[in-house]
C-alpha cells in the first residue's frame, strides 16, 4: 500500500483547468481497485492518494498516467505502508 502526496508546483488556476481530467483519471483506477481514498490537501497545496497495488512499479506506472504528472502541475512525494492495525471498518487493508 502508498501514500501519494502531491504537492502543487503551479498556480491553483493552472491545476484547476486539468481538475475534470485528473478526477477521470481517478475515477478510472477507483474502477480497477488501485485507489482506496483521496482528497485535498488543506491548505490547498496538492492532494493526497491511498493506494493499493502490488509493487512500486505498478504505481509509477499509473501515476505517468495522471495529467498534474504529465503537465508537470505537481510533484509527487510516495511513501510504502504496510498496515499492522486498522479500526475493524477498515481491517481489510491489514497485510496477511
Known amino acids: 500500500m502508498f501514500i501519494v502526496s502531491l504537492h502543487y508546483l503551479v498556480p491553483l488556476a493552472k491545476v484547476d483547468t486539468f481538475i475534470p481530467e ?3 483519471f481517478l475515477d478510472k483506477h477507483y474502477a480497477k481497485g488501485h485507489f482506496l ?4 490537501k488543506e ?12 509493487s512500486r512499479e505498478l ?3 499509473i ?6 504528472f504529465r503537465e508537470k502541475l505537481a510533484r509527487y512525494e510516495i511513501t510504502e505502508i504496510i498496515p499492522s492495525r486498522a479500526c475493524a471498518e477498515l481491517g481489510f487493508l491489514l497485510a496477511d
Open 59 to 61: 504505481l509509477d506506472g
Open 63 to 68: 501515476l505517468v498516467e495522471d495529467p498534474f
Open 43 to 54: 491548505p490547498r497545496t496538492g492532494g493526497v492518494i491511498l493506494a493499493n497495488v502490488d
Open 22 to 24: 485528473h478526477i477521470a
Open 37 to 40: 481514498l483521496s482528497g485535498r
